[in-house]
């Protein structure tokens, strides 16, 4: 499986070479399509997606954006309408705090943006990993991952809110989950005290690989694990880890 999956990720690394050389290209080429996707929503009728040729019409044409003045679409969203900034259904919001009126602001999550942008970004990381450690037995086990908690805001809608890690983690590929720990039900418990404590618990025995999540909730983590199973560092728990 170790050797499978390192050559599949290395195959992906002319893909990144070609953004190297070529970065303004693939940025129109990304631009365009974005619009094309969206052409048919209320935006896209508003400021004519359609007609929008170069990078100067898009900056003339659709006027510098805050969170004020997309909030209301935003809530129009929470509350069940579709069609309005993107064509697909919009059913995740990721939870921010911000330096705006609000304590929190919600920023909508669609299927393209997680499949084309985070876990693109994902297999992009490994790829480069995967071409520069040759010798590399990172899918021989698990990455271990930190993240949020997600709950349900509307149970009529179904529309989720979360930290934008939970929303990650409950939307990843299944061929993902096969090589993370721990297992979802933990990852994304809301009370952090259990949850620190069942992800030590669940894991210490794991063969784990590599680390993925935020940085700060694993260094809390980790130095707990430190300290509840008397290790120098977390190389003796995880001998593996690369």
């Given at each position: ?118 876990f693109k970004a994902g297999k992009d ?8 450690v040759e010798d590399t037995h990172i899918?021989t086990g698990k990455s271990f991952t ?97």
């Amino acid at each position: 499986i170790n050797s499978l999956m390192t050559w599949r990720m290395k195959q992906r690394f002319h893909q990144i070479e070609l953004f190297i050389r070529h970065p303004l290209d693939i940025q129109k080429e990304c631009l365009h399509s974005i619009l094309y996707d969206a052409k048919d929503t209320e935006w896209g009728k508003k400021y004519s997606f359609n007609s929008i040729e170069t990078i100067q019409d898009f900056q003339n044409r659709i006027p510098l954006q805050d969170y004020e003045s997309m909030k209301t679409d935003i809530h129009r969203s929470m509350q069940g309408e579709q069609n309005i900034f993107w064509h697909s259904t919009i059913k995740w919001f990721a939870k921010s705090s911000g330096t705006t009126n609000d304590k929190s602001k919600f920023i909508p999550v669609s299927v393209e943006s997680l499949k084309d942008c985070h876990f693109k970004a994902g297999k992009d990381m490994l790829s480069i990993y995967c071409n520069q450690v040759e010798d590399t037995h990172i899918f021989t086990g698990k990455s271990f991952t930190t993240g949020g908690s997600n709950q349900i805001i509307n149970d009529k809608n179904g529309f989720y809110q979360g930290d934008l890690s939970a929303i990650l983690i409950d939307n990843l590929p299944m061929w993902v989950s096969l090589f993370r720990a721990p297992e979802k039900e933990i990852a994304l418990m809301g009370n952090w005290e259990e949850k620190i404590k069942k992800m030590a618990e669940s894991t210490v025995n794991e063969n784990i690989t590599s680390l993925s999540g935020v940085p700060s909730w694993s260094l809390v983590l980790f130095e707990y694990m430190i300290e509840k199973y008397k290790a120098k560092n977390m190389k003796e728990i995880w001998p593996n880890m690369e």
